[in-house]
């Protein structure tokens, strides 16, 4: 298996190094010939895979907001209609994702748009529209209501509403989401589960940065609108070797990141940590956790989960959003239909409570590993 | 003769339009035309044939007006019936140009000139100020009544800010609390234009004008216990600090979302005018917000419905990293006002006097004649962003230094009311001293409270606690029970 998956980077690097002429003459989005090639190798090798890595690849231990800042640096240079704009961004962002990139790239690639997240999208889904590959930030997750209407009646429908006649297939929408210690209302949320609920776009959360980097290179030369939840909280905290080079990691595909035989555990993004902490914990005690990081949240990977539930007979899902309608309530009805007769216990969902995000209360709120690790306990006495 | 410009129109129209014309440009604009559509039909293309007759050209007739009680009927006229009463034909007289228009859309007359509308006014809109950068009045300046008392207060008040700022962003960097951000530079925005308004005026604010509520009886307490999130806290711990608000004191708490609060400030604003209150709201905000959707809205909004609110948009030149320039092409924010049919006024951000006034004015027009107004206040952001912010990586720190040092306002201020004798170095020293003291005392209060109770977590998400929250909250003191350990021990259970 390691061995696929080092030719697949090396096939792979050596097509982003050998080929320049040929991804530049294939700019049209989603039926890029060579990104096509690309994404299908990488997808063969690491769809069976546990990890990126790979032997002889060169790596280097990078954060994950520099880890994105290089995927970014790779759409751009591999593909010359490609284009980054959103509020702050050219002198580097508040999150510094673009840190050199206008620099490198020139203003007309890079550039600040106006403080107006309807008129980032808006102005997103027409560039893509003309066959460009165009990246927009919106600086937190939580400002990017003002654009749910060009997300949700705009983007989504683009495709279907013209008889697959037009597309803006070449748009991602990039925010950092989620919990960062001392966010409040309006720094914190998690608000992935409203896109999930839109037929016509992809969501997808990394959980640390090789898988930041290739995600976010998927997500960019996908075919399709996709937005891009960042975990804020591990900008700087999460570091790992990351493969250099120009590599891409499937959508819609769940990775098993750690085996196990008495439960399952489904979760994404920055409570992925905090779920592996509890499945460290509760192994002391004796219980087996298998751990899948969902990575595409539409459309997920149910067949993952579901075989994985088949061989532990029960599942556990967290995520920082209030619990109600959220995601984890969409895994938990689907894995019921599909393996009712199999469970031993109810689905549990360990998530935020039905409450706005609250500043001083932040450690009570959150899907702690001991609300976790006490569900698990509970689930596998059931 | 029968030239119908504008002031037949204002005339002989509803009062609604009248205002709607007085409210917005001299003159209506003119329309273009080219084929006379009462010949050709209502759709006078060239294409169409012989019958599209150019109609001539007389130059320009958008200043030509007369008051005529012929010219008021002519107006009201439709031309059909014009012919039939045996009026002459106007299709090739001199005041063809001159007819008026009645697509719903726009009232205005035609114009064989097809001139497109410069993108920018051959001048930018002078800036009002009454205090040159050294304190002095301008010449020909008329100064505002304002009393030693007052003066002191507001100068006060401006220090109190700005040693707050002072104490509580180094607080911040020490890690006393969570974050903040700073009004410097706008101290004269903050304080000035909340003198000039009355207790009873409703403010939404953004978040760097915390100086109103500090005007209207904030305590220093009551900034420093929001700040570190304890018991006694208004907000209950919940947001995040500067983000302030006071029902006693008419300001709706704050959020973080920009431009939100305009269109809200409208809202209010229809509610104080049907049950006739005598007090307007007021918007507060920057120049970035002013590229949302809601800065548009709401102007549109406020126009229309003819709300007395006073938006005030700080234009301090930033928005975080994004210089003006980047967020408009329009000449600043106050010619905005106009496109909404707003009256406008661009002011000195700088000078607390100009400020005063312009405000004062500002509530007489809203309430008086239930219209908004918009006051843009030129500034300089003198502060990073936030705490989280280092300004240094995109303007020059010789920039900063200069807004700082020779444009501040409240030195500017200062220089203005030692002037007129009610200030000297002895009044300054002892109420700097006060400021810093009653700041730290402040601070070191708020640091030993206890922080709000738990069950604070779940309460006012509605009026009373849904069946969902009661099961979380019981959830939740299970696990907290069980794993004592595992949770911050300075919230009270």
Known sequence: ?382 | MATRGLRVLAKSSTPLLRRTLSNSISETRPCARILDAECSGAAALPARGSCGVPARSYGSATNRTADTELSKNWSKTPPAARRLSGEPEKAFSDDEDHEILDYPGAKTNFTHEMTFIPETAAEPVPCFRLLNDFGQPLPWAKLPQMDAELATKIYRNMVNLQTMDAIFYEAQRQGRFSFYLTTHGEEAINIASAAALSPQDVVFTQYREPGILMWRGFTMQDFADQCFGNAADLGKGRQMPVHYGSRELNCPTLSSPIATQLPQAVGAAYGLKMSRKDACSVAYFGDGASSEGDFHAALNFAAILETPTIFICRNNGWAISTPTNDQFRSDGIVVKGRGYGIRSIRVDGMDTLALYCAVKEARKIAIEESRPVLIEALSYRVGHHSTSDDSSKYRKKAEIEHWKLVRDPVNRFKKWIEAQGWWDAKSEKAIRSEARSSVIAAMNKAGQKQKPELSNLFTDVYDSLPSNLREQELQLRDVIAKYPRGYPTDVPL
């Open chain 1, 1 to 382: 298996m390691r061995i696929s998956i080092t030719r697949a980077l090396s096939i792979l690097q050596r097509c982003a190094r050998d080929c320049p002429q040929q991804q530049h003459s294939s700019p049209s989005v989603g039926n890029s010939t060579l990104s096509g090639a690309v994404r299908l190798l990488s997808s063969q090798a690491l769809a069976t895979s546990k990890e990126p890595e790979a032997g002889n690849v060169p790596k280097k231990s990078l954060n994950l907001f520099s880890a994105i800042n290089q995927a970014l640096h790779i759409a751009l240079e591999t593909d010359p209609r490609s284009y980054i704009f959103g509020e702050d961004v050219n002198f580097g962002g508040v999150f510094r994702c673009t840190t050199n990139l206008a620099d490198t790239f020139g203003k007309h690639r890079v550039f600040n748009t106006p403080l107006c997240e309807q008129g980032i999208v808006g102005f997103a889904i027409g560039l893509a529209a003309m066959d460009n590959r165009a990246i927009a930030e919106i600086q937190f997750a939580d400002y990017i209501y003002p654009a749910f209407d060009q997300i949700v009646n705009e983007a989504a429908k683009f495709r279907y509403r013209s008889g697959n006649q037009f597309n803006c297939g070449g748009l991602t929408i990039r925010a950092p989401y989620g919990a960062v210690g001392h966010g409040g209302h309006y720094h914190s949320q998690s608000p992935e589960s409203f896109f999930c609920h839109v037929p016509g776009i992809k969501v997808v959360i990394p959980r640390s940065p090789a898988q930041a980097k290739g995600l976010l290179l998927s997500s960019i030369r996908d075919p399709n609108p996709v937005v891009f939840f960042e975990p804020k909280w591990l900008y700087r905290q999460s570091v790992e070797d990351v493969p250099e080079g120009d590599y891409m990691l499937p959508l819609s595909k769940a990775e098993v990141m750690r085996e196990g035989t008495d439960i399952t555990l489904v979760g994404w993004g920055a409570q992925l940590s905090v779920m592996e902490q509890a499945c460290i914990d509760a192994s002391k005690e004796g219980i087996s956790c298998e751990l899948i990081d969902l990575r595409t949240l539409i459309p997920w990977d149910r067949e993952t989960v579901e075989a994985s539930v088949n061989k532990t007979g029960r599942l556990l899902v967290s995520h920082e959003a209030p619990v109600t309608g959220g995601f984890g309530a969409e895994i938990s009805a689907s894995i019921v239909e599909r393996c009712f007769l199999r469970l031993e216990a109810p689905v549990a969902r360990v998530c935020g409570y039905d409450t706005p995000f609250p500043l001083v209360f932040e450690p009570f709120y959150m899907p702690t590993k001991n609300k976790i690790l006490d569900a698990i306990k509970t689930s596998v006495s059931y």
